[in-house]
């Protein structure tokens, strides 16, 4: 088992200038509309590896791979994560490999002349009047989720690892850092609230994920991969779902209690 030679570098990149809404509804930014920027040594110790998640509207789409690619950086996929959102939203996964400095040289050249780069995004204003500890029963879905929930802004989000396995890309071990994770973010209230997020996972648990989902009343939205030349290869399924919220903690928890499967159960 390769161990974490060092903690990564990120970056968080939120699209404070977008107001999003999804069936007409408000909702924060940290709900899920923030993009960030990775970058972390090789298990050797002789490179780095850049990796990154890019929340654009469909009309940047297009200006950032050509900025990408012209910098020297790669494409590793470009999704959507939600439906039903206004403004149209998708993400794009971008990944180099080089020294550290020439890849955050590269990266900053690369967004520089677009609206994710931070210095073109306005403040995040003044925080929330609540925050998620005030909006949720934190204890009671983190029992349900059996893992600790972060307090992010008017949100709180699950973020979860595969300590079950080990997945290499240009060399570095990929990790929760580094964008191998799932996640779920929680907005609303207790009473109603919205569920999102994201599932790792190896190829042979994907239809059991996506059917544990659907009995659960909690809409597919993608499956797709963030990462190219990873192995074991990872596939990644976004969610969305609405109603009380520990009825969507359980459907989350019933979901990742299939991953792991047939390889002893996956930590957390």
Request: avoid cysteine; aromatic fraction near 8%.
């Amino acid at each position: 088992m390769y161990k974490e030679a060092e903690a990564t570098h990120t970056t968080p990149m939120p699209r404070n200038d977008l107001k999003v809404t999804i069936k007409d509804q408000p909702v924060p930014v940290p709900f899920g509309f923030g993009g960030w920027v990775s970058i972390k040594r090789t298990i050797d110790g002789k490179s780095a590896v850049l990796m990154s998640d890019n929340v654009l509207l469909q009309s940047e789409v297009n200006q950032l791979i050509t900025a990408v690619q012209a910098n020297g950086l790669e494409v590793g996929a470009i999704h959507n994560h939600f439906f039903y959102e206004e403004p149209r939203i998708f993400y794009m996964h971008v990944h180099g490999m080089g020294s550290p400095e020439e890849l955050a040289q590269k990266y900053a050249k690369a967004i520089s002349e677009t609206k994710i780069s931070p210095k073109n995004q306005p403040p995040a204003g003044p925080p929330p009047a609540k925050t998620g500890k005030d909006i949720f029963d934190v204890a009671q879905l983190n029992g349900i989720v059996q893992y600790e929930a972060a307090i992010n802004g008017p949100t709180i989000k699950y973020t979860i690892g595969r300590k079950d396995l080990t997945v290499i890309a240009m060399g570095a071990e990929l990790t929760p850092s580094i964008g191998l994770n799932t996640w779920a973010s929680f907005t609303g209230s207790m009473e109603n609230a919205y569920i999102a997020g994201d599932i790792a996972m190896l190829e042979h648990e994907v239809n059991a994920v996506i059917k544990t989902l659907r009995a659960n009343n909690l809409e597919v939205v993608a499956v797709h991969n963030h990462m190219l030349g990873d192995k074991p290869h990872m596939i990644f399924l976004h969610y969305l779902g609405t109603g009380p919220a520990a009825q969507l903690a359980k459907g989350f928890r019933a979901a990742i209690d299939q991953l792991g499967k047939g390889s002893g159960e996956m930590k957390m």
